[in-house]
């Protein structure tokens, strides 16, 4: 008995421990040292390279659309770690609903990272970051709903 409670506890601890970690990777990347001003000291150097002779201003737009798309990489990853925490849970009902628990887990710490960074002078908290961050994890619910959906029913993909 003692056996099988260490064992369930620590399926839970690898289930979670994985999202739990990459929450917090999120809230880390949505303080100050986050901000464009700080992504800057890299990414600019880095498109300067790429594109030597391009004028500073759309250097600049270049670096607003790589953090607009970091918004949905980083929502997409997170959530698959929800959707695999979640179609791995020890309740049916989770596992059932996996894809619902998994996008509204994801847009919960989306709207709440953008009412966070409200707070914060040098981050803003936008309605339009929360919807790239919730098109990622549609996104990525929506990519694995498809692949179980072929890998459950033996199908070739299109």
């Given at each position: 008995?003692?056996?099988?409670?260490?064992?369930?506890?620590?399926?839970?601890v690898?289930?979670?421990?994985?999202?739990?970690?990459?929450?917090?990777?999120?809230?880390?990347?949505?303080?100050?040292?986050g901000?464009?001003?700080?992504?800057?000291r890299?990414?600019?150097p880095?498109?300067?390279?790429?594109?030597?002779?391009t004028?500073?201003?759309?250097?600049?737009i270049?670096?607003?659309?790589?953090?607009?798309a970091?918004?949905?990489?980083?929502y997409?990853?997170?959530?698959?770690?929800?959707?695999?925490?979640?179609?791995?849970?020890?309740?049916?009902?989770?596992?059932?609903?996996?894809?619902?628990?998994?996008?509204?887990?994801?847009?919960?710490?989306?709207?709440?990272?953008?009412?966070?960074?409200?707070?914060?002078?040098?981050?803003?908290?936008?309605?339009?970051?929360?919807?790239?961050?919730?098109?990622?994890?549609?996104?990525?619910?929506?990519?694995l709903?498809?692949?179980?959906?072929?890998?459950?029913?033996?199908?070739?993909?299109?």
């Open positions: 008995m003692a056996f099988s409670t260490k064992s369930n506890n620590w399926r839970r690898v289930r979670y421990a994985p999202l739990i970690l990459w929450v917090g990777v999120i809230f880390f990347a949505s303080s100050t040292a901000s464009m001003n700080h992504t800057s890299f990414i600019r880095f498109l300067e390279w790429i594109f030597p002779n004028p500073a201003e759309m250097i600049t270049y670096h607003g659309y790589i953090r607009k970091a918004h949905f990489v980083e997409a990853i997170l959530a698959f770690l929800a959707s695999r925490a979640f179609w791995t849970s020890s309740r049916s009902f989770v596992q059932k609903y996996w894809q619902i628990f998994a996008f509204a887990f994801a847009a919960a710490v989306a709207s709440f990272d953008e009412y966070n960074q409200s707070f914060n002078a040098q981050r803003t908290g936008t309605v339009y970051d929360v919807m790239i961050d919730c098109a990622g994890a549609a996104f990525m619910v929506a990519a709903s498809i692949w179980f959906y072929f890998a459950r029913t033996g199908s070739k993909q299109p």
